[in-house]
Structure formats: C-alpha cells, structure tokens
C-alpha cells in the first residue's frame, strides 16, 4: 500500500519542542518534493514547511521561520519537521504530502500522497 505516515506529535508547553516523522511506505520519496501542512480548528488548511527532492530547497511560512526547521533522510526514506519556541497558534493537525515539482508542492498543489495527520498541541 502506497502511502505516507506521519508521527512525532502530542501535547507539549509553550515554548517547547517537537519533531514530527513523515515516513512514505511502498515507495521512495527520493523523487519527491515533500510538504507540510497544518489545519487548526475552523481555519483553512496552510502551508509549514517544503523541501525539494534531493533537499537542497526549502521554504517556510512566515509564521514558522526561525522556529521549524525541515529536513530528510532519503536512506530512511523519512522527511523531519523539528519545531521548536512552540506557541499555542502552532496547535492543529500536521500532514505531510508529497509531490513531483518543489514550487507546486510549497503552494499545495499537485499533491500525489497525503498522510492521515499527526496532532499538535501547544497548550500549558
């Protein structure tokens, strides 16, 4: 079965930190672009975070620059989304999707895979 996996979240205080695995079974995420996404309660889904193919792009929300940070590990066929200095506006449920072209990824588009979502909680 092809598909994504996401994990890593949970409850956490303002101002720690989480990581969040996006693994892909059944296929290799060497050739794609992978994105994250988050959807609080009530508001639109938005984009977090990108990163090419072969990792050398990346792009982050404005909201999220200095704090997250997204890498991979094509060998582990794993895409990471460390999150530090959380804030309760980071609360929602993370997905990670992947695409073939990095600038359609980033913008939500074109998107073959999705994961089921992993939630995030910022809360004291």
């Known amino acids: 079965q092809l598909q994504l996996v996401e994990s890593g979240g949970g409850l956490v205080q303002p101002g720690g930190s989480l990581r969040l695995s996006c693994a892909a079974s059944?296929?290799?995420?060497?050739?794609?672009?992978i994105g994250w996404f988050r959807q609080a309660p009530g508001r639109e889904r938005e984009g977090v975070s990108c990163i090419s193919s072969h990792g050398g792009s990346t792009n982050y929300a404005d909201s999220v620059k200095g704090r997250f940070t997204i890498s991979r590990d094509n060998a582990k066929n794993t895409v990471y989304l460390q999150m530090n200095s959380l804030k309760p506006e980071d609360t929602g449920i993370y997905y990670c999707?992947?695409?073939?072209?990095?600038?359609?990824?980033?913008?939500?588009?074109?998107?073959?895979?999705w994961g089921q979502g992993t939630q995030v909680t910022v809360s004291s």
């Open positions: 059944g296929f290799t995420l060497d050739y794609y672009a």
């Open positions: 999707a992947a695409g073939a072209r990095f600038i359609a990824t980033m913008k939500g588009e074109s998107l073959r895979y």
